[in-house]
């Protein structure tokens, strides 16, 4: 959670409309007895929702501080302790079945990613979102602050995934970036959806600390509509939840409640101190923070209340199955998705792209793929013609020397028990073969700051730093504290070449003393995929010319993006000139 702020932390449901039960407190404390009344439409919505195992949650916090302890004790937005993160979270994810995407950030403070993921099943315009940011601070591993928002997600996504219950609404989960430099990964987000795509968000959920030593239970907006569910499941254990007021606008619901997408969410208490009357209802320790270790080095799977990420973890999954699942047995259904949307195809030469299927309800089943809407001259095959859903095929697109040119959509048809489609959009271009050409506007930087995107001062002519021909280059960072710059420009890779060289030209020079750690980085990428990372290890007294091979961007177009970050001291220079991209 970002600055000093608040948040969150199961029971078995029974048909009486009035129960008496033992109200639980956070940590050991005197039990009380308290009566409470129970619609019985309530205790059955419990008893359909699947008790998540707090041992399967606490089996990937151990996961995420193993991987903050191999990675320099943090798991810091931008860091290799985050990226490792998440990427054993998406592994998890696409194993299940999910649907998902990485959003690359280049606003966020430290560039990194967002992680996407959507259950195949559910109308696509009615859309239940789940998040919790998946960075921490450089203290330390960040496993209350948010591990636990963050696994508690990921075991209700792999429960769903595993009992496939019939969908009424999509769900879509989301692990932020950069949240604790300012919710800036979520801001990204919201910030990069339509007006139709926000309207399509019926309520986002946001889960922030939920494992708090000494915490208490709290949702934001507690009396809205939106937090019913969530306040439902605790009310059912007599917890009498409060309003998350230490956590208001500090943390990631905060951009999509600005947007008009309406939130909750739970917390269990950060750095704020436990009221003498919650303690007594709640029990632990008055005058004493919810989270003793909040921001700092000891927050590791010892800093987690078992039963308060218990509560939290199956209060999610209460909230899921009320807001999102269906009733009876799912028929047998899967999806088709194509990867990427687009593609452009020269005369007499061929491209190609993933046809993807996964199954959203009931069992696996044979699908037969086809397409419609090719122009003429262009010829359409799948490898395999035939998968199980859940598996992938390679549709490849080959166009004639006289194919029609144009852009065109291609329907991808799926057919099994149901028919399913999407679709792909086709340009075809050209009079035949490879259009050689040197795609990179600008290259030498002559022009000033025409056709690229840069931060204020980074292509300039000062004497400073000379250019490796003419008077301008461009010149990231230098300037001994913590600082991002960027540099990017839109290009257009032709299709049908044998040869795709991306060349440009560095020279590095810099204050580290260090032969083997990197504290200040270029990265060079394409569209969200990383080509190469150079840093003040790469130092040099001229200009090296550095080579790499974009082929896999043949017909297509990506923004090629040159990040530097540097660290609090000792500056490095990243210096770039005599940029090009050479299709031959």
């Not at 979520?186 to 959806?193: A, D, I, K, P």
């Not at 270790?293 to 078992?306: F, K």
């Not at 930087?445 to 300039?460: K, L, M, Q, Y």
């Amino acid at each position: 959670m970002r600055g000093r702020t608040l948040s969150a932390g199961t029971a078995l449901a029974v048909f009486a409309m009035t129960v008496t039960m033992a109200a639980q407190p956070a940590t050991a404390s005197p039990t009380t007895t308290t009566t409470l009344a129970r619609p019985i439409a309530a205790s059955v919505a419990a008893l359909a929702a699947p008790d998540i195992s707090v041992t399967n949650v606490q089996a990937h916090l151990t996961q995420f501080n193993s991987i903050a302890s191999s990675n320099g004790g943090n798991r810091r937005a931008g860091s290799a302790g985050y990226t490792a993160s998440l990427s054993y979270v998406k592994s998890r994810l696409q194993s299940a079945g999910y649907t998902v995407s990485e959003q690359y950030c280049s606003s966020c403070t430290y560039p990194s990613n967002n992680l996407i993921a959507e259950w195949p099943g559910g109308p696509t315009d009615q859309v239940v979102m789940f998040g919790a940011h998946l960075d921490g601070v450089s203290a330390g591993p960040g496993i209350n602050d948010n591990g636990t928002g963050s696994a508690t997600l990921l075991e209700n996504a792999l429960v769903l995934a595993a009992q496939n219950p019939t969908m009424t609404k999509k769900v879509r989960f989301a692990w932020w970036t950069d949240e604790e430099q300012g919710l800036n990964g979520s801001r990204f987000y919201v910030n990069s959806l339509s007006a139709t795509q926000r309207g399509y968000i019926k309520g986002y959920y946001n889960f922030d600390m939920v494992g708090s030593t000494n915490g208490g239970y709290f949702i934001n907006r507690v009396s809205s509509t939106t937090a019913a569910p969530l306040k439902e499941y605790w009310d059912s254990l007599g917890l009498q939840p409060e309003e998350n007021v230490e956590g208001q606008g500090r943390s990631d619901d905060y951009y999509f409640q600005q947007a008009g997408i309406p939130t909750s969410g739970y917390a269990a208490g950060a750095s704020a101190r436990k009221t003498s009357t919650q303690a007594a209802k709640w029990g632990g320790t008055a005058n004493s923070a919810y989270d003793p270790c909040y921001h700092r080095s000891c927050d590791t799977t010892a800093n987690v209340s078992a039963t308060v990420l218990n509560r939290a973890a199956d209060g999610v999954a209460y909230a899921l199955w009320q807001l999102a699942v269906g009733g009876g047995t799912p028929t047998n259904d899967f999806s088709v998705a194509v990867s990427p949307t687009t593609r452009t195809v020269a005369r007499g030469a061929s491209t190609t792209a993933t046809v993807s299927t996964a199954t959203t309800a009931g069992s696996a089943q044979s699908v037969s793929l086809s397409a419609s809407g090719a122009p003429s001259g262009v010829s359409v095959s799948f490898s395999p013609s035939s998968v199980t859903s859940g598996g992938s095929s390679t549709m490849t697109l080959a166009a004639s020397s006289s194919a029609a040119t144009g852009t065109f959509t291609v329907t991808v048809t799926g057919t099994g028990s149901v028919t399913r489609t999407a679709t792909l959009t086709l340009t075809v271009t050209g009079t035949g073969g490879c259009a050689a050409a040197q795609v990179i506007g600008n290259g030498g930087f002559e022009s000033g700051a025409t056709v690229w995107t840069a931060s204020s001062g980074v292509i300039t002519n000062s004497s400073s730093k000379p250019a490796r021909t003419g008077s301008y280059k461009a010149w990231l960072n230098g300037y001994g504290s913590t600082r991002t710059e960027t540099l990017s420009q839109s290009v257009t890779v032709p299709a049908g070449c044998s040869s795709y060289t991306l060349s440009f030209w560095t020279r590095i020079d810099t204050a580290e003393t260090t032969t083997s750690t990197a504290y200040d980085k270029l990265t060079v990428r394409m569209g969200s995929t990383t080509l190469a990372t150079y840093s003040n290890l790469n130092a040099s007294t001229s200009y090296v010319q550095r080579t790499l091979n974009v082929a896999a961007y043949a017909g297509q177009t990506v923004t090629l993006t040159f990040t530097g970050t540097e660290d609090a001291s000792l500056q490095t220079s990243f210096v770039i000139d005599d940029v090009t991209l050479q299709a031959s």
